[in-house]
């Protein structure tokens, strides 16, 4: 996907203004769906009480994104190869502002479910292209210096999104309550169609692979047969039908592999290089990002639901407890590539799922000894041990996936590690419904919601618990040494969509 039928121009002081405007868009571009999604979690509670959405729907206004975005991704990068991705990318940022004026505008939960839909389906389409059109754009020299740059933009937006959103539900500008957090896309949205139509060349790659929109609609269609009874089930009273469902997924993801074995054989343009999980490192380090996007998944929406709703903060104060939290992480994200990895291999990341284990558990038992009167200094201590564990793994996972794949196959790695990093965080909002909403009653009085939500989070906290102690095992399957030989850009793909969501 990397690979173009133009050179990057250096020549003359006018073609360097046009390529470094060109990366301020397209950076613009990648941290305002960076922030779109760490923005909503924050906001949740005040669209479930001011819209009267389900908590169902509430599930789905962020599982409908991770969905829709895994679901597109890799074909939106092979959009970009085929069609040019200035064009594609124009097009998905275009997308995403329209998206966003119809979230900002849903007159209902079941119009703002469709758009956020519609919302990551347009980011599939626009942020594949950040990377691909930084690596059109500027010579391998001074590509370093860029993606530098640009995991400075991941880190930024990781820690301005959840108190942006706060900032603007609490600010409630001109009277849009959370309706502001889609709004604000509008601008910069528009900013960059106008000014990204200008300043950024085209590019196309010599030989890009074939859509395989087979593939889509059957990845789509199993994880909706088993994400939507999941988060249907409890309030529906899980139906037969739900379970025949998500038994039904089984036999549709078995076609996938059989189809793409078939395309692969036909045309060498499979959705899924069925071939890559020969490899066992990759087909573990999979694993491993997959059930670590379900355990984000469930983490982070059942703690904005806990301090909102639980405890009864404002979203300023709770969007605030987060700080701590995204500041270890990035911290010790740096850390973790620079000195640790180099020295102690994946025993940093083995370190990172248990460490993160460990506050987890700090976090259960000092929510259960300050109860209900627990304040936001007292939570910072798990939570800065729960962002330092998570440092440790996000930033090395990739190229400890990567290592021992075959660099013509790189790539389709990197794609596929964030597709399914998003497609673990939509199962893990779909379990949502299990782990925290299965414990509360349907019929509380005002004096029992905080208790009640309280110990739901014990127990989605417990689960979390478990997953990252499954992580730690499935990590022995990794290289011990990880070998350096992905391309920066190759393995900054993943990192396109952090893991804070």
Request: hydrophobic content about 55%; some cysteine.
């Amino acid at each position: 996907m990397t690979s173009t039928e133009t050179t990057p121009g250096t020549g003359g002081d006018g073609a360097d203004r046009r390529r470094w405007f060109a990366l301020a868009i397209v950076m613009t571009a990648a941290f305002m769906d960076l922030v779109d999604v760490t923005i909503v979690n924050v906001a949740i509670p005040s669209i479930q009480r001011e819209a009267g959405a389900s908590f169902s729907q509430i599930q789905w206004i962020t599982a409908g994104y991770a969905l829709a975005f895994a679901a597109g991704l890799i074909t939106g990068g092979r959009l970009g190869d085929i069609h040019g991705r200035k064009r594609i990318f124009l097009i998905g940022i275009g997308g995403f502002t329209v998206a966003s004026a119809l979230c900002g505008l849903a007159v209902n939960p079941e119009m703002l479910v469709a758009s956020r839909i519609l919302q990551g389906g347009m980011a599939a389409l626009m942020v594949p292209q950040v990377l691909s059109i930084v690596h059109a754009t500027f010579p391998a020299h001074e590509r370093g210096k860029v993606f530098g740059l640009f995991g400075a933009v991941v880190g930024l937006g990781a820690v301005s999104g959840p108190v942006l959103g706060a900032l603007l539900t609490e600010w409630d500008l001109f009277g849009w309550g959370w309706r502001s957090i889609f709004l604000i896309n509008l601008p910069v949205g528009v900013a960059g169609l106008v000014l990204g139509s200008r300043f950024i060349g085209e590019s196309k790659a010599p030989r890009a692979l074939k859509l395989d929109l087979v593939g889509v609609a059957l990845v789509t269609l199993g994880l909706l047969m088993l994400i939507y009874p999941l988060t249907r089930g409890r309030e529906l009273g899980w139906p037969l039908w739900g379970y025949v469902s998500m038994a039904g997924s089984l036999v549709v993801l078995a076609v996938l592999v059989a189809y793409e074995k078939r395309k692969a054989a036909r045309d060498g343009s499979p959705l899924v290089e069925l071939s890559l999980f020969r490899v066992k490192s990759f087909a573990a380090g999979i694993a491993v990002q997959t059930v670590f996007g379900v355990a984000l998944g469930v983490f982070f929406l059942v703690w904005t639901l806990y301090m909102q709703i639980g405890l009864g903060w404002s979203p300023l104060k709770a969007g605030l407890t987060g700080v701590p939290f995204s500041i270890a992480v990035s911290a010790a994200a740096g850390m973790s590539v620079q000195l640790l990895v180099p020295r102690f291999g994946r025993k940093v990341l083995q370190a990172g799922a248990l460490v993160m284990a460990a506050g987890v558990l700090l976090y259960i038992w000092e929510s259960g000894h300050y109860g209900l009167h627990i304040a936001p200094w007292q939570m910072a201590l798990p939570l800065v041990v729960m962002g330092a564990g998570m440092g440790l793994i996000v930033a090395p996972l990739t190229d400890a996936i990567l290592s021992e794949v075959p660099r013509e196959h790189s790539g389709s790695a990197s794609g596929l590690i964030n597709t399914v990093q998003q497609m673990g965080n939509a199962l893990g909002l779909g379990l949502v419904s299990v782990v925290f909403f299965g414990t509360i009653s349907d019929h509380l009085r005002p004096d029992q919601v905080g208790p009640a939500f309280a110990d739901a989070f014990h127990n989605a906290l417990g689960w979390v618990a478990g997953v990252l102690g499954v992580i730690f095992l499935l990590m022995f399957a990794l290289p011990k040494r990880p070998a350096q030989h992905v391309e920066g850009e190759q393995a900054a793909t993943e990192q396109q969509e952090p893991a804070l969501v």
